[in-house]
C-alpha cells in the first residue's frame, strides 16, 4: 500500500519547492471558475481564472515526468458559456504545453438543470498534457473484452502493403483479430452524487469527483509504487485511490480542514485492509 503525505499551503508554493520531473503524476481539479467561494474567498473568472490556472498548471508540468490532468469546467450565465475549459488549453498550447486531446468525465448532471432552452450538462474536460511518449502506462488497466466478436472478413475494409516500387497497395478483405482487451477510450463515465463516489466522507467538500474517475487515470497513468501529486486535494479522493492501488502520493490544499479531510479519507482505506 502506498504512502500519503499532506501539506497544508498555498499549492504553487508548495510546487515550486518541488523538483523538476520527480513525480509520475498530477491528477486534480481546481477550483472552478467563481462558482464556490471555498471559504478562502475564491472569485476569479474569464481570463482572470485562466492565467490564475497557467501558472500553476505549467508548474505541475514542471514536476512531473509523466501526466498532467486537471478536471476543469466552466460557467453559463445568461445563455453564454464562458469557455474558460477551451481558453486554458488555448493558452497552455501557446506557452508550448504539449496536450493531449482531452478525455471527457462524463456523469449525469442534474436533473432539470441545462435552463429553459438548453441540455443537461453531463460532462467535464480534463486537461491533459505530457512531455512526449509517457515513461510509462498501461492504457488497458480499465479495458474489458470486446462486446461484438467478428462477423467475417470485412471486405469493405482495406490494409496497406509495400509494393515493389516502394508505393502502398491495398489488398481487400483484411482479418481483423480483436484483442484481449478492448482500449477504454477517451469517455470515463462515473455515477455521481447520492452516495455513489466512492465515499460518504466525500461529500464532506464542496466538489468531489468520483473514485472510479481517479482509479482510471491513476491505473492507467501512475505505475506501481509512483507518486501521484493533487494540488487541490480537498476531499482526498485521489490519495484515497492511490492508496488503494499501492502507488504514494502528495495532497496540497489550502485550507486546514481539506487536509483534515484528506487524512480520515486515507485512514478509511487503510481501515479496509485491517
Not at 113 to 122: A, V
Request: contains cysteine.
Amino acid at each position: 500500500m502506498g504512502d500519503a503525505e499532506l501539506i497544508v499551503g498555498d499549492c504553487l508554493e508548495v510546487l515550486r519547492e518541488m523538483e523538476t520531473d520527480s513525480i509520475d503524476l498530477v491528477f486534480c481539479s481546481p477550483p472552478y471558475e467563481a462558482a464556490r467561494s471555498y471559504g478562502i474567498g475564491f472569485t476569479l473568472k474569464s481570463q482572470e481564472w485562466v492565467d490564475w490556472s497557467v501558472e500553476r498548471y505549467l508548474e505541475c508540468v514542471r514536476i512531473s515526468r509523466g501526466l498532467v490532468a486537471w478536471v476543469v469546467e466552466g460557467q453559463t450565465r445568461q445563455f453564454r458559456w464562458s469557455a474558460t475549459p477551451a481558453l486554458l488549453m488555448a493558452d497552455l498550447h501557446r506557452a508550448g504545453v504539449k496536450l493531449r486531446k482531452p478525455p471527457i468525465y462524463k456523469r449525469v448532471g442534474i436533473p432539470g438543470s441545462g435552463g429553459p432552452d438548453w441540455w443537461r450538462n453531463d460532462y467535464e474536460f480534463v486537461v491533459c498534457s505530457s512531455k512526449g511518449k509517457l515513461p510509462w502506462s498501461n492504457n488497458l488497466a480499465m479495458g474489458k473484452p470486446c462486446v461484438y466478436p467478428p462477423g467475417g472478413a470485412p471486405s469493405h475494409r482495406t490494409t496497406a502493403t509495400r509494393g515493389s516500387s516502394g508505393g502502398d497497395t491495398r489488398v481487400q478483405g483484411a482479418v481483423y483479430k480483436p484483442p484481449a482487451l478492448a482500449n477504454p477510450g477517451n469517455v470515463i463515465e462515473c455515477s455521481v452524487g447520492g452516495g455513489r463516489m466512492g465515499s460518504k466522507l466525500a461529500h464532506l467538500s464542496e466538489a468531489p469527483f468520483s473514485e472510479k474517475l481517479a482509479e482510471a487515470v491513476i491505473l492507467s497513468f501512475c505505475p506501481p509504487g509512483g507518486i501521484v501529486v493533487d494540488p487541490f486535494c480537498g476531499s482526498g479522493t485521489a490519495l484515497a485511490v492511490a492508496k488503494r492501488h499501492g502507488r504514494k502520493s502528495i495532497g496540497i490544499d489550502i485550507r486546514e480542514s481539506q487536509i483534515e479531510l484528506s487524512r480520515r479519507r486515507v485512514a478509511e482505506v487503510i481501515g479496509e485492509n485491517t
